[in-house]
Nanobody, 113 residues
Framework: QVQLVESGGGLVQPGGSLRLSCAAS????????MGWYRQAPGKERELVAT???????KYADSVKGRFTISRDNAKNMVWLQMNNLKPEETAIYYC???????WGQGTQVPVSS
């Protein structure tokens, strides 16, 4: 059974930083492309960043230079370091695996002063 468990969300001020974590089980993590997505209130879920088994990273244009995705295959973990957060990035952030496609329950990130 696939389990993706996100953590690290919480209230952050504009311009602040936050590091999200995703612990994976039930998948062959080392060969999996992992991703972070987010869904803001009233909007569709969107891609934030992905990282392949070969550590190739891809980012949404809106987060390039501010967010960094990373992984540790020995720990079955993937992280999203978010810097200089903006109020419009308030959303639920989700971890996703590609094979099979599975989602975590999400972690809320409100960006507000």
């Amino acid at each position: 059974q696939v389990q993706l468990v996100e953590s690290g969300g919480g209230l952050v001020q504009p311009g602040g930083s936050l590091r999200l974590s995703c612990a994976a089980s039930g998948i062959i993590f080392s060969i999996n492309t992992m991703g972070w997505y987010r869904q803001a209130p009233g909007k569709e879920r969107e891609l934030v960043a992905t990282i392949t088994s070969g550590d190739s990273e891809k980012y949404a244009d809106s987060v390039k230079g501010r967010f960094t995705i990373s992984r540790d295959n020995a720990k079955n973990m993937v992280w999203l370091q978010m810097n200089n957060l903006k109020p419009e990035e308030t959303a639920i952030y989700y971890c996703r695996s590609l094979t099979p496609i599975s989602w975590g329950q999400g972690t809320q990130v409100p960006v507000s002063s």
